[in-house]
Nanobody
Framework: QVQLVESGGGLVQAGGSLRLSCAASGSGFRITVMGWYRQAPGKQRELVAVITSGGSTNYADSVKGRFTISRDNARNTVYLQMNSLEREDTAVYFC?????????WGKGTLVTVSS
């Protein structure tokens, strides 16, 4: 079993920055993929960015060039640096992990971008 705990959400003005963190806990595990999804009000959950244990990344087109995902494998922690935030980035951000083909989700952290 994997538990994911997010932190770092909050309120920021458009053009500002936030950094999200997600720590995974559990015993004797190796997580292959970690990342972030988001869900805006009235919309479906969508991919933001994911990163493999080897460092390969994949980003949604809407965040390329503005967001950067990184990972500390030793600490089983994934980060999302969000710059040049836009109102459209307002959403609940969920941490995601995949281990042995099982998906795990955090409870989410709210990011609100004001104009």
């Amino acid at each position: 079993q994997v538990q994911l705990v997010e932190s770092g959400g909050g309120l920021v003005q458009a053009g500002g920055s936030l950094r999200l963190s997600c720590a995974a806990s559990g015993s004797g595990f190796r997580i292959t993929v970690m990342g972030w999804y988001r869900q805006a009000p009235g919309k479906q959950r969508e991919l933001v960015a994911v990163i493999t244990s080897g460092g390969s990344t994949n980003y949604a087109d809407s965040v390329k060039g503005r967001f950067t995902i990184s990972r500390d494998n030793a600490r089983n922690t994934v980060y999302l640096q969000m710059n040049s935030l836009e109102r459209e980035d307002t959403a609940v951000y969920f941490c995601y992990a995949n281990r042995y083909d099982m998906d795990y989700w955090g409870k989410g952290t709210l990011v609100t971008v004001s104009s």
